[in-house]
Structures are given as structure tokens and as C-alpha cells.
């Protein structure tokens, strides 16, 4: 008779510590989630931080790049040419860019977010390219009347200066058009993560 209760004991025990097991692993979950979350509410704060200082950047520049635009349709060759790129940062979202965000970000918001980080990178690459072709041509840019035939007229100097101030429209309405894209993505963006606050 001893020996049952002795067995009852052990499996009275043996489930106690399935028990406690099982407490302490729902409690752990709870614990990581609760974590996950915060970490989550605090990639988004960044976020929202780092949208909000692109905007104020990208609002000065787009303004600015508007206003080369339409110089250079009234009149290319006053056009004063000097590149004001938008300095956008996207530290805040390859901070966030795993598997925990995306697990605990509601998934509108996170393919919101994502498009808004693709027009960003859209953004940075045409602003190197117009660097690079800027540095090209400042390099370049004092030596063309070398190449020039000796026998060119005035009025064809003038034509040739037209033609390459006339370049530079269809970049810089690609350049806008990035920036406008871009801007309206971040605000989609911010209300959403308004929405989610």
C-alpha cells in the first residue's frame, strides 16, 4: 500500500513540475512578446522621427529643384546650376528591418513603409547619378570650347550652350517627380503610424 501512494507522489509530482514547466514557459512567451512589442513600438517611434526630419529636408530641396525646373524652361542659359541633393536618412528602418518587426507591425502599415523605403532608395540613386554626371561635367565643363571648331559662330556657341542647359530639364523633372512620389509615400506613412499609435 505504501508503494501506491509512494507512485501517486512521484506522478503527483512529476505533473507539478510539468505544471511549473509549462507556467513558466507561457510566462517567458509572455514576457518575450511583451518585449517584442516595445521593441517594435520603439523601431516605429524611430521611424516616425526619421520620416518626419526627410519630410522637412525633402520639402526644402523639392521647392528648390522646382524652382531650377522652371528656370530651365524659361530660360536655360541664365540657369545657374548648383546641386542641392536632399540628405534623407533611412537609418531607423534597416534598424527594423526583422523578423520581430514584422511579426508585431500590422501589414498594411509594414508594405506602406516598405514602398516609402523604395522610393527613398529611388530617391538617393538619382541624386548620385546627377552628382556623378555634375563632377563629369565640372570637370569637363571648361575644356568643351577646346573641342569646339575655331570657326564656330557666336550664335552656334549659344545653340550648343542651349542644347546642354536643355539636358538638364528631363533630369531634373525626374528628379522632382522622385522627391513628389516620395513625399506623398512619407505622409501615408506618418498617418498610418499615427493610426497605429
Sequence with gaps: MA???NFLNRVIEILIVIFGAFIAFGLNTCNENRQ????????????KEEL??????LTEKLEYHNDILDSLRVNPLDTRLVLSPAFV???SWKLSENEVFKAHIEPDLF???AITYNLHESLKRQNHSVIKLMDELNVMGPLYEINLPRDISEEEAKQYMTEMKKGWQPIFETWT???????AS????????EENE
Design 52 to 57: 518626419l526630419e526627410n519630410q522637412k529636408e
Design 186 to 193: 512619407m505622409e501615408r506613412s506618418l498617418k498610418m503610424i
Design 36 to 47: 517584442d512589442r516595445q521593441r517594435t513600438k520603439m523601431y516605429l517611434e524611430g521611424i
Design 111 to 113: 508594405r506602406t513603409l
Design 3 to 5: 508503494g501506491k501512494y
Design 177 to 183: 517627380f522622385i522627391e513628389r512620389e516620395y513625399l
Design 89 to 91: 536618412n533611412n537609418v
